[in-house]
């Protein structure tokens, strides 16, 4: 039971760096997120999917870049690394929004900006 | 004012005792989740419910709409009780995306 599989777990970036955070589900979920985890704060969505093709922003897009090409897999792109952008990243995966069924989440990559 | 609310921030506790975490928001929701992050970091979902009472071993969740209010219960806590939970909000409007709280870090002292 693979789930939501995210890759690296840890990752140091010098300032003006650019990398891509893996996510994939073997769920054959149609909802995809990005969310960042800051110390002390809740969770904030970063960007979402409805489906393969589809993509849209949340609440904090803004330094980040994403694509949907596959049922399967929703990337996370940093295209020129900034401090601000050091936190913990979580994706998730759900059926749909009407269902009873909960969000699951990865492990999470912890990315330090430095 | 952040649109969810959760109460205590932080909670210690003696193993045995009975704990009440509580989650107050003030939107219009369709459905409220209880989450629990372990200090690995992995999160994962204990409920999710639009009304009533829910029950899962030695947790109990529950929520009055009407109050815009959930508690999560732990009765005869342990140890291994001990992560940060998490209550996330689904909005009637924007009802693709969760809104979370900023957690209740719980550690239960054996």
């Known amino acids: 039971n693979a789930g939501v599989t995210q890759t690296p777990k840890f990752r140091i970036l010098k300032i003006g760096q650019s990398m891509t955070l893996q996510c994939t589900q073997d769920m054959n979920h149609n909802y995809m997120y990005w969310y960042r985890q800051d110390p002390g704060m809740g969770l904030k969505l970063i960007y979402y999917s409805v489906g393969a093709g589809i993509t849209d922003k949340g609440e904090v897009p803004n330094g980040y870049n994403v694509s949907r090409s596959t049922t399967e897999d929703f990337p996370l792109r940093l295209e020129l690394a900034a401090p601000s952008q050091t936190s913990v990243y979580f994706c998730?995966?759900?059926?749909?929004?009407?269902?009873?069924?909960?969000?699951?989440f990865g492990d999470g990559t912890r990315l330090s900006i430095l | 004012k952040n649109e969810v609310e959760q109460s205590p921030q932080n909670l210690t506790a003696q193993e045995g005792e009975f704990i009440t975490i509580n989650c107050s928001y003030s939107?219009?929701?369709?459905?409220l989740h209880w989450l629990q992050q372990h200090p690995g970091g992995g999160i994962v979902s204990l409920f999710m419910l639009s009304s009533g009472k829910k029950k899962h071993g030695r947790l109990i969740a529950t929520i009055n709409i009407q109050e815009k209010h959930s508690s999560l219960h732990i009765t005869a806590s342990h140890p291994r009780d001990s992560a940060v939970y998490i209550c996330?909000?689904?909005?009637?409007?924007?009802?693709?995306?969760?809104?979370f709280g900023q957690g209740t870090r719980l550690t239960i002292n054996p």
């Open positions: 996330a909000v689904r909005l009637i409007q924007g009802a693709q995306k969760l809104v």
């Open positions: 998730a995966s759900s059926a749909n929004l009407y269902s009873n069924q909960p969000q699951h």
């Open positions: 939107v219009g929701i369709s459905a």
